[in-house]
């Protein structure tokens, strides 16, 4: 189903990638479990072959079915691009753009903010196939021109970082790649395609970890890239040559995730808020580190790029014992301690970036940082959990002091 260009972001994430005439009137797209496709006539099967990776063709189940297509439509709506590829998950997606673009002897420009298991990527397989990654400073800006090179390939951001919130100068890293004649990747999980539009800034792909907001409910892993039409075929070569398909099942979670999403996204930013404002009163807290505060050191860029903020922030308490942390983490009600974020529910977890940063290192000797996701539960009650929590922590610590 198509869109004029003035539905509204809530109107498209409804409808977009739904068309119920082709489907008997069912408003959801049903799920397709398919390995196997049939042709009427050799003509027919050998036009396929030749179309395989062609969007919205389908050639085998590994290609895709109707229901990874429609999510593929939706979110390539959503972001303002041609053209969507879904992914089995956030990690598959990144890798996807990384192998496509980078080979051996070509230099990749790394956020040194960058999830913890690409920077593990970087470090193991792309130097085993001979491809050099240079990590950069979150806040450079317009200056990582001074590290583009002419065998750089690829700029990666993501902004913010998701575990010490950076944001990123899209618009002038994107002008300064571009002029070096690299492509700018952009992981927008943060802040989903309804609070910021990277490709609108200058960004060539987008990534999603769909795994987290867009599916909604801790229940599935999933990926997705949306790109300009000129970026299609690299991506989906690559997918393709890497074996990389998603279950009907998982697209259908997806699809039906997304149709909340702007209800669900309202509520999360909202809690966070809540949240991150109290946390600001506690005398535990050295500091919180959410983009939307005014003290955030980014806060103006984020002003100028994004449209709001999602459930998930980070809090740097005061030194304290391992026995007080742990005191207050094991006794929490409703946070659950777990990886992953985006769902309905709740989640706290401790982070050491010492051992993740190179560019720019954390300091040491800085209290625990927690990263919060806030759920859909009531914020009163999660405030509740937490004081609760702090006065575990407390008791803890002094009985130690």
Excluded at 111 to 130: A, E, F, K, Q
Aim: charged share 15%; proline share 6%.
């Amino acid at each position: 189903m198509s869109f004029n260009s003035s539905s509204s972001a809530d109107t498209l994430i409804v409808h977009a990638g739904s068309s119920p005439t082709e489907q008997k009137g069912a408003v959801n797209p049903p799920i397709y479990r398919a390995s196997t496709v049939l042709f009427a006539t050799l003509a027919a099967l050998e036009e396929s072959v030749h179309l395989r990776n062609e969007p919205g063709h389908f050639h085998y189940g590994r290609f895709g079915t109707p229901t990874s297509h429609a999510l593929e439509e939706a979110l390539a709506s959503l972001e303002g691009g041609d053209h969507g590829l879904a992914l089995p998950s956030g990690v598959a997606a990144i890798a996807t753009t990384l192998l496509a673009h980078c080979g051996s002897g070509d230099h990749l420009l790394m956020v040194d903010s960058v999830y913890g298991p690409i920077r593990g990527m970087c470090n193991t397989l792309l130097r085993r196939l001979g491809i050099e990654t240079e990590f950069y400073n979150p806040r450079i800006g317009a200056g990582i021109a001074r590290l583009i090179r002419p065998s750089t390939k690829l700029v990666y951001l993501e902004s913010p970082g998701s575990l010490t919130l950076e944001i990123q100068d899209l618009p002038a890293i994107a002008a300064a790649a571009h002029a070096g004649g690299a492509l700018v990747a952009f992981d927008n999980t943060w802040g989903t395609p309804l609070f910021h539009n990277p490709l609108a800034l200058g960004a060539d792909i987008v990534i999603q970890a769909a795994t987290k907001y867009i599916v909604g409910h801790s229940d599935a892993m999933l990926g997705t890239l949306v790109m300009r039409k000129d970026n299609y075929m690299p991506l989906r070569l690559t997918a393709t040559a890497l074996g990389y398909c998603v279950s009907a099942d998982d697209c259908y979670l997806g699809l039906r995730g997304l149709r909340t999403l702007a209800v669900r996204l309202q509520r999360h930013q909202e809690t966070g808020l809540v949240l991150a404002r109290w946390l600001q009163s506690r005398p535990e807290v050295s500091r919180v580190i959410h983009p939307a505060l005014p003290d955030h050191p980014d806060h103006p860029l984020w002003l100028r790029d994004f449209r709001g903020a999602c459930g998930l922030f980070a809090v740097e308490l005061k030194p304290c014992r391992r026995a007080a942390l742990e005191a207050m983490l094991n006794g929490l009600r409703l946070f659950g301690m777990g990886f992953s974020w985006g769902g309905f529910e709740s989640l706290i977890l401790p982070c050491d970036p010492t051992n993740i940063r190179t560019a720019v290192p954390w300091p040491a000797g800085a209290g625990p940082l927690l990263r919060i996701h806030a759920g859909l539960e009531d914020p009163a009650d999660l405030i509740s959990d937490l004081e609760a929590g702090f006065k575990r922590l407390a008791a803890a610590d002094g009985d130690m002091s």
